[in-house]
């Protein structure tokens, strides 16, 4: 049985090599990796569940202190609504509201690049929903 910081610590490190293909990644301290793409703000961590569960986390920041409208809501859900990898979220803050896009799998013994492709899939899908909202 492994323990789980090794479980996560190689779980990140073959996250870290699958988006360096793609992306400029720093980590953190803690091991959490940080990225942007296309002005979205990303995190991946990695947690065991359970035994021979190991999952990543990948969290997206889409937009932040939009205009808390009612209207804006429905748009966003409608755009969750139309199958996304990951699942958006609205957070009401003092500012307006801030949208995120969060995905968690199952990543142990995935390959190299299908590890990449799988959260590159993620982001680029933040990045579009960004730019639609940029544009709107």
Not at 35 to 51: E, I, N, T, Y
Not at 55 to 78: F, G, H, Q, R, Y
């Amino acid at each position: 049985m492994s323990s789980e910081a090794a479980d996560t610590a190689e779980l990140l490190t073959s996250a870290r090599r699958a988006l360096e293909r793609f992306l400029d990644v720093r980590v953190d301290d803690d091991g959490t990796l940080t990225f942007s793409h296309a002005d979205v703000p990303c995190v991946v961590q990695a947690m065991r569940l359970a035994d021979g569960l190991s999952v990543l986390s990948l969290t997206c920041v889409v937009a932040w202190d939009l205009p808390d409208e009612p209207a804006l809501a429905v748009t966003v859900a409608e755009r969750a609504g139309q199958g996304l990898f990951g699942t958006l979220g609205i957070v009401h803050t003092e500012r307006g509201m801030d949208l995120t896009l969060r995905y968690a799998f199952p990543a142990q013994g995935l390959d190299p690049a299908a590890l990449g492709t799988l959260l590159m899939l993620v982001v680029s899908t933040a990045s579009q929903v960004r730019a639609e909202l940029v544009r709107a």
